[in-house]
């Protein structure tokens, strides 16, 4: 079974850094796409990025290009979605989610990792 | 890429059927057969209830149905259920701007 595991609850403060992660179990992680979608408190879902696990294709949404940094450690079948500087506007829930190459949808999805960044 | 525009809400009795729009533009909606629809109960990850305008993954009820005409994909859920009751998202593969998708605005279905 295809399944992703998001890394635990996160509280920072503005300005610290921050790296979650996605595991994949279950499937060939080269032969996929991650996706990290942005839901902020009561409000809908938002594509941050996608990433390409097969080479280097990675693509931001405008609205996040420069503000996060998206990577993957495919030793260990493990996505990361990384802050050098957190506001407290990044306070929200994050998602990963993956599609097969060749497809343009994307199944299953973490159980999401919550972010708060408060002083 | 602004996002692709759903009712905010939708509601109907149990058994009854109920539709959610989503519009875009030729550029998404109306250029690909590539649009998903997902679930969203309070608190939950969303999960795929159709792919490819039409077709259902393995598990999900057949009470689900997706359509699209021209710019606009639809979702019909029949015989309404309160396990029903979620936010619903739309999803399209774009060429408009990266990263090649873009959601709906979301369409919250209340079961009366």
């Known amino acids: 079974e295809v399944q992703l595991v998001q890394s635990g609850e996160e509280v920072k403060k503005p300005g610290e850094s921050l790296k979650i992660s996605c595991e994949a179990f279950g499937y060939t992680f080269t032969n996929y796409w991650i996706g990290w979608v942005r839901q902020m408190p009561g409000k809908g879902l938002e594509w941050m990025g996608i990433?390409?696990?097969?080479?280097?294709?990675?693509r931001y949404s405008p609205s996040f290009q420069g503000q996060v940094t998206i990577s993957a450690d495919k030793s260990i079948n493990t996505a990361y979605l990384q802050w050098s500087s957190l506001k407290a506007s990044d306070t929200a829930m994050y998602y990963c989610?993956?599609?097969?190459?060749?497809?343009?949808?994307?199944?299953?999805w973490g159980q999401g990792t919550p972010v708060t960044v408060s002083s | 890429q602004s996002a692709l525009t759903q009712p905010a809400s939708v509601s109907g009795s149990p058994g009854q059927s109920i539709t959610i729009s989503c519009t875009g533009t030729?550029?998404?909606?109306?250029?690909?057969?590539?649009v998903s629809w997902y679930q969203q109960h309070p608190g939950k990850a969303p999960k795929l209830m159709i792919y490819d305008v039409s077709y259902r993954p393995s598990g999900v009820s057949n009470r689900f149905s997706g359509s699209k005409s021209g710019n606009t994909a639809s979702l019909t859920i029949s015989g309404l259920q309160t396990g029903d009751e979620a936010e619903y998202y739309c999803?399209?593969?774009?060429?408009?701007?990266?990263?090649?998708?873009?959601f709906g605005t979301g369409t919250k279905v209340t079961v009366l």
């Open positions: 989610a993956t599609a097969r190459d060749g497809t343009t949808y994307f199944d299953p």
């Open positions: 990433m390409f696990l097969g080479d280097t294709d990675l």
């Open positions: 030729s550029s998404d909606v109306g250029g690909f057969n590539s």
């Open positions: 999803n399209s593969y774009t060429t408009s701007s990266t990263p090649n998708y873009v």
